[in-house]
């Protein structure tokens, strides 16, 4: 079965960080990028970063660039973003989704583009108050 389920979110201060974690099954490594997105209150769901099919290659959308970092580990197959410097606007659901396909020409590559991704697990949720 095919699933990811992200954990790691919670209540912290301003100028606190965190580490969200994204566990992916059922999916074999080297097919999928990752990414992450979250979505506040009132707002539309936005692209955070995005992490490629063979995880060498990375993209991180303005919302949080300079303060988050993604990586992942194949071997345990996890997916996680780092987060430094957290802000009450950063408050969100935070969701991983897998951009599944057969095979890719470009596997260096990933896109932020919710579109794109026909996975996605239930959320986390990161609260930050001043």
């Known amino acids: 079965q095919l699933q990811l389920v992200e954990s790691g979110g919670e209540s912290v201060h301003t100028g606190e960080s965190l580490r969200l974690t994204c566990e992916v099954s059922?999916?074999?490594?080297?097919?999928?990028?990752v990414g992450w997105f979250r979505q506040s209150p009132g707002k539309e769901r936005e692209g955070v970063s995005c992490i490629s099919f063979n995880g060498n290659g990375t993209k991180y959308e303005s919302s949080m660039r300079g303060r988050v970092t993604i990586s992942r580990d194949n071997d345990s197959h996890r997916v996680y973003l780092e987060m430094i410097n957290l802000k009450p606007e950063d408050t969100a659901v935070y969701y991983c989704?897998?951009?599944?396909?057969?095979?890719?020409?470009?596997?260096?590559?990933?896109?932020?583009?919710?579109?794109?991704?026909?996975?996605w697990g239930q959320g986390t949720t990161v609260t930050v108050t001043s």
């Open positions: 989704a897998a951009d599944v396909r057969e095979s890719t020409s470009f596997p260096n590559m990933c896109l932020v583009a919710p579109l794109l991704y026909n996975y």
């Open positions: 059922g999916f074999t490594p080297g097919t999928y990028a």
